[in-house]
């Protein structure tokens, strides 16, 4: 069995300082591991993927992660927050890439807030 | 724009109503989902099609009723709805089954806004 803990529910930084936003997985195999993010009114889009190549995996908009097997985890980083960074970010785990179909487990989301 | 539209985004209806969300994705892709997102809970898996085919019902009430005449193109039809539906339903789409071998991933619309008054 599968699953994902974000370990935050909200985020709050200011603008131009580090984002951490934390992920825990638990799964049986190699997983597969994503980050997306949801601007208000819109729907979720895919920051970056896990494929078990490279462990840290660069996003778009300068984000980062990395896949720390001895950890379980999968924390999002980014090195100065932008404005626009606001938005909620959903931690996702799922089979592993050469395995088959199963289903995708979102964790509950981190809202991240960035005053000036 | 993603490449998957739904529509309308914003829906409100009564309990005794018959309403459709639709969704169309023109990015070639094979399967398409339905999934519920509601305050303060994750995502909800509700259907799955595969080329056509349902794949996955994640044990979703019959007043949901979901229909994919083809690759391109999902409805999910509402009738006799309860206040605990009203949420966004959000539609993705992806080449292959979403988290199998090839990292196929979810490419999502922007919801549709569900209240059910």
């Known amino acids: 069995a599968q699953s994902v803990t974000q370990l935050d529910s909200h985020v709050s930084v200011s603008e131009g300082t580090p984002v951490l936003l934390r992920c825990n997985y638990s799964?049986?195999?190699?997983?597969?591991l994503f980050w997306y993010v949801q601007h208000p009114n819109k729907g979720l889009q895919l920051l970056l993927k896990y494929t078990s190549a490279a462990t840290l995996v660069k996003g778009i908009n300068g984000f980062e992660a990395e896949f720390k097997k001895s950890e379980t985890s999968f924390h999002l980083t980014k090195p100065s927050a932008h404005m626009s960074d606001a938005a909620e970010y959903f931690c996702?785990?799922?089979?592993?890439?050469?395995?088959?179909?199963?289903?995708?487990?979102f964790g509950a989301g981190t809202r991240l807030a960035v005053h000036p | 724009e993603t490449g998957v539209t739904q529509t309308p985004r914003h829906l409100v209806m009564g309990m005794t109503n018959k309403k459709s969300l639709k969704c169309e994705q023109h990015?070639?892709?094979?399967?398409m989902y339905w999934y519920k997102q509601s305050a303060k809970k994750p995502l909800e898996l509700m259907f799955v099609y595969n080329f056509k085919e349902q794949t996955e019902n994640n044990s979703v009430p019959s007043r949901f009723s979901p229909e994919c005449p083809n690759s391109s193109h999902l409805f999910l039809h509402l009738h006799t709805l309860q206040p605990e539906d009203s949420a966004l339903y959000l539609c993705a789409s992806s080449q292959g089954l979403a988290g199998g071998g090839g990292a196929n991933v979810l490419t999502f619309g922007a919801g549709s806004r569900l209240t059910v008054l």
């Open positions: 996702v785990v799922g089979p592993s890439f050469s395995g088959g179909y199963n289903k995708l487990i």
């Open positions: 990015l070639g892709h094979n399967a």
């Open positions: 799964s049986s195999y190699s997983p597969s």
